[in-house]
């Protein structure tokens, strides 16, 4: 039976008419029974304050007496939150343990876990699967790693994966529930709420976006697969795997087995077909994204009046005996082209293609290594202009402007900023004190390169 470690009274408390103030007062209640860092166990007191506090947060209060009750009906806070609480207690939701003169409050095992999930389906948003997938992944690949140690982790992917294969089918079927809902309604306003409200905050996964890029969850999908595989197909692993199931669950090593089988191919199954089955919610998002879309352009072009005037404009044309031709009428600004919405051309997935890797032929390689070494040779540095001073100056105490050689690019640019060594900033200091360069009024052309000041460059002596 479904319900046969429940009161039979459970679900009074929830169907009466006082259940919108014991859904309130429920949903507090499950944060204060499932505060992991204090005793489940809680003083009777501070049980009635915690319904006070939610019954001060609520903007009304009314009590129907659903059966004959000797007390009168409350009018203070303080006492419907006794109504509430002698309410859940008598219904089974809480349990009332006495010790001498204290009495402790607690929820039994079976009531903790209804209610927590009574609270994550009223809670049902948006999930995001990226850590979810990253998990199975590690926890696969630990086991591969130490079977032995860590072989019951595989039962924990297997979970999330079922647990991840069911909240696609209820994405799949929310989508389709909110299409026949949202499609049967006539009010536009409706419709796009209905799409932001149940569809955008309700179904859709926080990680939809990214599904399709190239940093989706399920690009990992492979490595899953690989893993999930291997434990099948190697005896020696799959024996480590099952003797852990063993050691860590207390069962036979046959039940061990198929529970590792069964493990791995709800694994398999479901990063196997996720393709077919995310194709299958686009489609039905595209088509409610569509509804929704349609309904906010006509509510965005329509216009105050509009509806008078277009049954005026049909009890003019009843005055006719012969209706004037459509071509008279198109261009009219009240029925137009433009009145003929056409739908949104669904995106399709490009087609797939080989991907060949295209080889760099040596003619390339050889240019942009000549265009690399050709922007190296026409960089100015101040080892480059030092060594190139040293070099031509070699022990003499100075050179004119004609004695110095250009063999290449870079003796020439090293040669071309000799004149501007004074504004080379702070590095270029130790040249300026090695050396000094004395310009006179006469123009001369070097080595046929370049035509510019005369000039001497003098080694200062050292002080």
Known sequence: MLFKHLPDEIFQALSGSNRALIEAVLYDLADVFYDHAEDPIKEKSAIIE?????????????????????FESPKTIHDYALRIYHRLVNTGWLVEEQELYRISVLMTPQISMLLRSLVEISRHGKRNYGATVLSILSNLESVAKYPKERGVTLSQSAEASRDFSAHLNQILLGIRSLQRELFSSRDPKAIVAGFFDLFVEGILIADYKTIKTSNNPFRFRRQILELAQEFLANPDLLQDVSQCYVDQQLISHKAAQVMVEKDCRDIIQTFSNIEQRLDRIDEYRYRLEKRAADTA?????????????????????????????????????FVGMESAAQPMRRRE??????????????????????????????????????????????????????????????????FDHLRYVGSLGVTAKKIEKAFEVQFTEQFLDVHDFVECREFNVVRRSEA
């Not at 022990?395 to 290449?408: A, G, T």
């Open 50 to 70: 915690s319904i006070e506090d939610t019954l001060h947060k609520l903007e009304t209060l009314a009590w129907h007496d659903d059966q004959k009750e000797p």
């Open 297 to 333: 352009r006509y509510m965005d072009s329509s216009r105050p009046g509009m509806a008078n005037k277009i049954a005026g404009i049909i009890t003019d044309a009843a005055k006719f005996e012969h209706l004037p031709i459509m071509k008279n009428v198109v261009s009219s600004k």
């Open 349 to 414: 997935p490009p087609p797939p293609r080989v991907m060949t890797p295209a080889e760099v032929s040596a003619n390339a390689i050889q240019v942009r290594e000549q265009q690399r070494r050709f922007h190296e040779m026409r960089q100015v540095t101040v080892a480059k202009l030092q060594s190139y001073l040293e070099r031509q100056m070699e022990d003499q105490p100075n050179k004119h402007i004609l004695d110095f050689s250009i063999e290449s690019v870079e003796d020439f640019v090293c």
